[in-house]
């Protein structure tokens, strides 16, 4: 039996994984512990909340005490870190969560596995920490150098709160393993996109607004470009770089599929349209909004070492990937309804009324 603890389980990603590996065959145990912000929503683990095989603990990757005695209880093999502040808008208004959850929680959280798992003789066994990070820490790459891709050696420039907030507890990952040892892989991935994404970020927002004939609110130009990933193919690449990556390693993982925001916004418009029948909704919904400060240009991954390495690559077409992500929200709408209502409505506002597209 293979032990897993997974941290932010909860949200985005984290639940995705959490799913799949209960949906695997493999003999797991998943413990889940997410202090369920704004972000995290049990109901996306609902199908698994009484699974023998999952436990879920509403705890904060902050709090020692806590963190310590459920690492006790459970003495999982495996520690993969997601609870994080994700948004990089979220962050530019307030870096100082940032810092405290993605910095400070990940510093405690390393302290306690250190402990927890430390033998007599300095070794820590069969444990493994992985730290899912992400892209952003490289910085931003040029628009006119298609050639130019983040690659594991390339420096990082981190430009958000959010982005030096991750970079940073990279560093602290990368020093707990050269100086006590600890058995660390980080992975860096590209934007996700899927199911249970909060809609908050641009994919789920957009869909979102497209159904409801409301504005799409396309930052500056549009044509910063990101590098999109369906989210099972990232939940795939974290598991092998946990059981297969060579310790200490950093793994970026991405699938070569980068695209304009406005090509992505014109995508799902099309896309929603189509599968509602409703021709109202165009691009006449579109609005070029005031810009995201200090907004990256590009990002690219060169995934070739993971290629190379473990014989990863992504499974999902963004086109397929895209309609079954469409088709989801379609079909979840009162998922999105309840994630939406309440504080959404104020974020959204505070968010996006200054920039001319406040209805939500
Ligand atoms: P998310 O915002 O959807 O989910 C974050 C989860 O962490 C939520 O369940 C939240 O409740 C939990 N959490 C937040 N603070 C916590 C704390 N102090 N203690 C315990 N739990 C806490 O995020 P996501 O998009 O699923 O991203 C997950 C991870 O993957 C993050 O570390 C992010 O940096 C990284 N990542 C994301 C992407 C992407 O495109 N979404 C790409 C690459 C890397
Ligand atoms: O690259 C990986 C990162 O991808 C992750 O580390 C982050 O957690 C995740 O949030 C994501 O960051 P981005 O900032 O790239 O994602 P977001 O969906 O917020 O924005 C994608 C692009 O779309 C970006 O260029 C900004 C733009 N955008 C976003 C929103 C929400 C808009 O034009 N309008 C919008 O309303």
């Known amino acids: 039996m293979e032990s897993y603890l997974v941290t932010g389980g909860a949200g985005f990603i984290g639940s995705n994984f959490v799913l799949s590996l209960l949906a695997s065959g493999r ?23 009484d699974d023998p095989r999952y436990r879920l603990y509403q705890a904060d990757i902050r709090d020692a005490r806590a963190m310590a005695e459920i690492i006790a209880a459970e003495n999982p093999r495996y520690v993969v870190n997601f609870a994080a502040e994700s948004h990089v808008d979220r962050s530019i208004e307030d870096p100082g969560i940032f810092e405290s959850t993605n910095v400070g929680g990940t510093v405690n959280l390393l302290n306690v596995v250190k402990s927890a798992w430390e033998e007599p003789d300095g070794g820590f066994g069969e444990h493994r920490y992985l730290q899912v990070s992400t892209d952003e820490v490289y910085g931003s790459l040029p628009l006119d150098d298609p050639s130019a891709y983040f690659r594991e050696t390339t420096p990082l420039s981190p430009h958000s709160p959010y982005s030096a907030s991750k970079a940073s507890a990279d560093f602290f990952v990368r020093a707990y393993g050269d ?182």
């Open 179 to 360: 100086t006590f040892g600890l058995p660390v892989l980080i992975t860096r991935c590209s934007n996700n996109y899927g199911p249970y994404q909060f809609p908050e970020k641009l994919i789920p927002l957009m869909i979102r607004n497209a159904c409801r004939h409301e504005p799409l609110p396309v930052y500056g130009d549009g044509l910063n470009v990101r590098d999109w990933l369906y989210v099972e193919d990232h939940c795939t690449a974290i598991d092998l770089v946990l059981h297969e990556g060579r310790i200490g390693e950093v793994y970026n993982v991405g699938g070569h599929n980068e695209r304009s925001n406005i090509e992505i916004v014109k995508t799902i418009i099309r896309l929603v349209s189509e599968r509602l029948d409703d021709p109202a909704i165009d691009d006449s919904l579109i609005r070029f909004v005031e810009d995201r400060k200090g907004h990256d240009r590009r990002y690219g991954i060169d995934p070739a070492k993971i290629t190379a390495e473990l014989g990863w690559s992504p499974e999902t077409p963004f086109e397929e990937g895209i309609v079954r992500t469409i088709d989801w929200y379609l079909a979840h709408a009162e998922w999105v309804e309840r994630v939406t209502s309440g504080a959404y409505q104020t974020y959204y506002e505070e968010m996006y009324g200054h920039r001319g597209a406040a209805r939500a």
């Open 27 to 49: 003999d797991v145990r998943v413990v889940n512990v997410d202090a369920l912000t704004y972000a995290g929503n049990l109901e996306n683990l609902a199908s698994v909340e």
